[in-house]
């Protein structure tokens, strides 16, 4: 549980530990207590990984510096991939069940063409763009918060690790009814929650800066999907 001064963070209060707890041996362990605010380091380390995932998607605060700080998840990339897949699928489903030519064979050729990679491709520069958009806006205004490259590595790993609600675009597709569309709606609210709770996490700021990060990113995103549109693209 060692570790360079600061590596730790208090799930309370945000404030920097170098330890987590202390192995006394023989299966007894204690858990370190804050300096700042003389509560637990890290509560979560006792707790199931179960009650962790709920009180992360409930965006507890806590959970959040508990997964982005004290924890060595390098699921970052992957997960990015397997998100942007589902989006690529879900717009190439779409796009197959606007066309109205029903033939087997025209849907089997229709399956070995280009469309999904060129989904996947401007799913992709969206996402490039959202996440520009919101370095841009922190680093202006707040550029003491982004000084390394390790801060901007962290930052990005929290905010690919707080996009994990994409994962639910496949149930939705899968379990088809009238209210799909509300549904998707509804995770892409959720995604930007975590994605603002991870900005406000990791940066340790107030609600509104996050917010306002995520609305300029979503400008630049929906800048790119009008681009496409006026090129004839359907997105």
Not at 57 to 73: D, S
Not at 90 to 110: E, G, H, M, V
């Amino acid at each position: 549980a060692m570790a360079a001064a600061g590596a730790y963070r208090c799930v309370e209060c945000h404030a920097e530990a170098a330890e987590l707890y202390r192995d006394y041996r023989r299966g007894v362990l204690r858990i370190s207590i804050c300096k700042s605010c003389q509560k637990p380091v890290d509560k979560y380390i006792e707790y199931d990984p179960v009650i962790i995932l709920i009180n992360a998607i409930l965006c507890k605060a806590q959970a959040y510096r508990h997964i982005i700080f004290n924890t060595k998840i390098n699921i970052h990339g992957k997960l990015c991939i397997f998100c942007l897949l589902c989006e690529a699928y879900l717009r190439w489903l779409q796009l197959q069940d606007s066309s109205q030519n029903i033939d087997p064979d025209d849907l089997i050729r229709y399956a070995k063409e280009w469309d999904f990679y060129r989904m996947f491709g401007i799913a992709s520069l969206e996402q490039t763009s959202f996440l520009l958009g919101i370095f841009i806006t922190l680093r202006w205004m707040r550029p003491k918060m982004l000084k390394t490259k390790s801060d901007f590595i962290l930052l990005l790993k929290a905010l690919l690790l707080s996009s994990y609600g994409k994962l639910l675009l496949i149930p939705a597709v899968i379990w088809e009814h009238d209210y799909t569309p509300l549904c998707l709606a509804f995770i892409k609210v959720f995604v930007l929650i975590s994605n603002s709770q991870a900005i406000r996490v990791t940066l340790n700021l107030n609600r509104l800066l996050p917010w306002l990060a995520i609305f300029i990113g979503l400008i630049l995103e929906n800048g790119v999907v009008c681009l496409f549109q006026k090129m004839g693209w359907d997105v």
